[in-house]
T-cell receptor, first 110, second 113 residues
Framework: NAGVTQTPKFRVLKTGQSMTLLCAQDMNHEYMYWYRQDPGMGLRLIHYSVGEGTTAKGEVPDGYNVSRLKKQNFLLGLESAAPSQTSVYFC?????????FGPGTRLTVT | DQQVKQNSPSLSVQEGRISILNCDYTNSMFDYFLWYKKYPAEGPTFLISISSIKDKNEDGRFTVFLNKSAKHLSLHIVPSQPGDSAVYFCAANPKTSYDKVIFGPGTSLSVIP
């Protein structure tokens, strides 16, 4: 089992550009999450999904959109990147409380 | 206002000694608590958890203690090993709300050989 995978691992964007981060899990988990991690802030929830075809806003959803067309995939989109979105992004999935995280995507917006 | 607090950003401990990482929470609806460990350039990994019906849970060298009245939990690592050097996140969930987790800001533990 690969667990939770994320692509890409690194990306540099210019302000105003768009991109999509892909998360895939092979554990048949219903719940999937997107977080961002910034120094001193811990992990902040951007959006999450409780099952295929569902999405919901987390703590910091502005500037991001998500889709979960297939149970195993959860996509995070940035329509118009801003320097404030420079961060490390983690995807996670869970069956219940314990979450399994991907390796992260380091995004820099210049 | 942070609902889950880890007031020590960093902690240094000698190898073989006990490491104690603390976490405080403000929301009395939190019912299930977890600790995650994170190495640089990797995603967090689940370490240990505790339900509010217990006050202690042990797994090898790791023990989590929960004091509900004080809204405080702690993670004890005994004995500490250099490989335990990582950032530790405390997380809290309301009952059966798997998607409502709140993470603390993390404590960076350094175990000195």
């Amino acid at each position: 089992n690969a667990g939770v995978t994320q692509t890409p691992k690194f990306r540099v964007l210019k302000t105003g550009q768009s991109m999509t981060l892909l998360c895939a899990q092979d554990m048949n988990h219903e719940y999937m999450y997107w977080y961002r991690q910034d120094p001193g802030m811990g992990l902040r929830l951007i959006h999450y999904s409780v099952g295929e075809g569902t999405t919901a806003k987390g703590e910091v959803p502005d500037g991001y959109n998500v889709s979960r067309l297939k149970k195993q995939n959860f996509l995070l989109g940035l329509e118009s990147a801003a320097p404030s979105q420079t961060s490390v992004y983690f995807c996670a999935s869970s069956l219940r409380y314990e979450q399994y995280f991907g390796p992260g995507t380091r995004l820099t917006v210049t | 206002d942070q609902q889950v607090k880890q007031n020590s950003p960093s902690l240094s401990v000698q190898e073989g000694r006990i490491s104690i990482l603390n976490c405080d929470y403000t929301n009395s609806m939190f019912d299930y608590f977890l600790w995650y460990k994170k190495y640089p350039a990797e995603g967090p990994t689940f370490l240990i958890s505790i339900s509010s019906i217990k006050d202690k849970n042990e797994d090898g060298r790791f023990t989590v203690f929960l004091n509900k009245s004080a809204k405080h939990l702690s993670l004890h690592i005994v004995p500490s090993q250099p490989g335990d050097s990582a950032v530790y996140f405390c997380a809290a969930n309301p009952k059966t709300s798997y998607d409502k987790v709140i993470f603390g800001p993390g404590t960076s533990l350094s175990v000195i050989p």
